[in-house]
C-alpha cells in the first residue's frame, strides 16, 4: 500500500494558483488536490481570508472542496476539542503552546505581543469554552491586515504533525519568511507555486505539454508583477543562489535539470 502524504494549503497559494488558468475550468490547484495519496487541510481562517479578499472564485472553490471531502477543514474548536481527547483539561495549554510556538516561529516575542490575554491565562483553572472565548476576542482585534492565516495554519501544522505522526506538506506562500516559518516548525516540506509544477510532473505525469498553458499564464501573471526571474540554488549551500529567466527554469523544470529543496526552492542538478 503506498503511504499516504498530507498537506496544508494556505491563502496565497490558492489565491495564486486559481488566477494562473488554462481557462475558466481549468486551473492549477484542480490539479494539486487530486494529486495521488495525498490528504488535504486548511484552517478555518484561510476560507475567512479568501471570503475578505475574493479573489477569482477562489472561497467558492474551496467551500465547495469541504463539502465534497477533497479538503478537511479545521477551525480553532475542532482542534481544541481533538486536543481534550488526548490531554484532558490540559487542551487550552496544550493549543496555547503551539500558538506561541506559531508566533516564534514568525518573530521573537510576538506571541506576548500579539495574543497578551491568551499568553497571561491560568491554564489549570480555563476551561476549553472560555478560552475559545478570549482567543476569539484577540483573533477579532487584530483586523484584516495581518498573517492571522499563516499563524493558524502554523497550529494546525502542529496538530497534524501530533495526531498524524507524519511528514506534513504545505502548499504555501511564495514569500522566503513564511517558508522558513514553516521549516523552523519541523516535520514540514514547504511546496511554493513554482515547485507544484515539478512535483505535478513527477507525481502525476504532468508534462510540460500539458502544463504549457499554466506555465504562460504564470508567466503573464510574473511580468504583471515585474518579475522576471526566479531564485535558484546552483550548488551545495542555500547561499550559492542564481537569478535565472523565468521562462527558462520552466524549460530547465521539464528537462529533468531540477530538483525540489525542503522549503520550496529548486536547486540545479
Excluded at 26 to 51: A, G, M, S
Excluded at 226 to 235: L, Y
Amino acid at each position: 500500500m503506498r503511504e499516504k502524504k498530507y498537506a496544508l494549503l494556505d491563502t496565497d497559494f490558492i489565491s495564486k494558483t486559481h488566477l494562473i488558468r488554462k481557462d475558466e475550468d481549468n486551473k492549477p490547484i484542480e490539479r494539486i488536490v487530486q494529486l495521488p495519496d495525498y490528504e488535504f487541510y486548511c484552517h478555518e481562517q484561510i476560507r475567512t481570508e479568501l471570503l475578505r479578499h475574493n479573489i477569482a472564485g477562489s472561497p467558492e472553490w474551496l467551500t465547495e472542496q469541504i463539502a465534497n471531502g477533497q479538503v478537511s477543514c479545521y477551525d480553532d474548536k475542532c482542534i481544541l476539542d481533538e486536543l481534550a481527547g488526548i490531554y484532558g483539561d490540559s487542551a487550552p495549554a496544550i493549543y496555547a503552546q503551539m500558538l506561541k510556538t506559531a508566533c516564534e516561529a514568525y518573530r521573537t516575542g510576538y506571541f506576548a505581543e500579539q495574543f497578551p490575554r491568551i499568553a497571561g491565562l491560568d491554564y489549570t483553572a480555563i476551561d476549553k469554552d472560555s478560552f475559545l472565548e478570549v482567543l476569539d476576542q484577540e483573533c477579532t482585534a487584530w483586523g484584516a491586515d495581518h498573517n492571522l492565516g499563516e499563524l493558524k495554519s502554523y497550529v494546525l501544522l502542529q496538530f497534524l504533525n501530533l495526531t498524524l505522526g507524519q511528514q506534513i506538506y504545505v502548499f504555501c506562500s511564495d514569500d522566503r519568511n513564511a517558508r522558513n516559518g514553516i521549516v523552523s516548525i519541523g516535520g514540514a516540506r514547504c511546496i511554493s507555486v513554482l515547485s507544484s509544477f515539478l512535483r505535478l510532473k513527477i507525481e502525476s505525469g504532468f508534462e510540460k505539454e500539458d502544463a504549457e498553458p499554466y506555465i504562460q499564464s504564470y508567466l503573464e501573471f510574473l511580468e504583471s508583477s515585474k518579475q522576471t526571474m526566479f531564485r535558484i540554488q546552483n550548488g551545495p549551500r542555500a547561499s550559492q543562489i542564481v537569478k535565472a529567466p523565468c521562462n527558462q527554469v520552466f524549460e530547465d523544470l521539464y528537462s529533468g535539470k531540477l530538483a525540489e529543496l525542503k522549503k520550496g526552492n529548486l536547486k540545479y542538478i
